[in-house]
């Protein structure tokens, strides 16, 4: 498990990160779950065989700090989350998430198009 200090808040963000080709498949989970306890057994499917995997725990899910000061709004986590795979070098990537991971990635994907 790697972890991503986010520095305004100075809390971290846990995920797994590994390696692959292609477009990265980055895994949010649901209110309070952790993407690395959640996904493991679907990020080995033969689909996804080959590509790199992303599996993130949101700020206060899983594994990740919970900060006191952090608004746990779905604009403040899409922001992290972005500034999280711009640090790890992710370019181009799917986002999959489940319950508010997907609102999560709604929100992210508005503010990055691309």
Known sequence: MEAYLEPKLQSFIRYFDFPGAGPAVVFLAGLGLASTAVYPRIAVEAGLSGRRII???????????R???????LADHAATLSRLLDHIGVGQYVLVGHSMGVAVAFELASGRPD
């Open 55 to 65: 599996m993130v725990d949101l700020f206060g899910c899983g594994y990740s700090d």
């Open 67 to 73: 900060p006191a000061h952090f608004s746990y709004s």
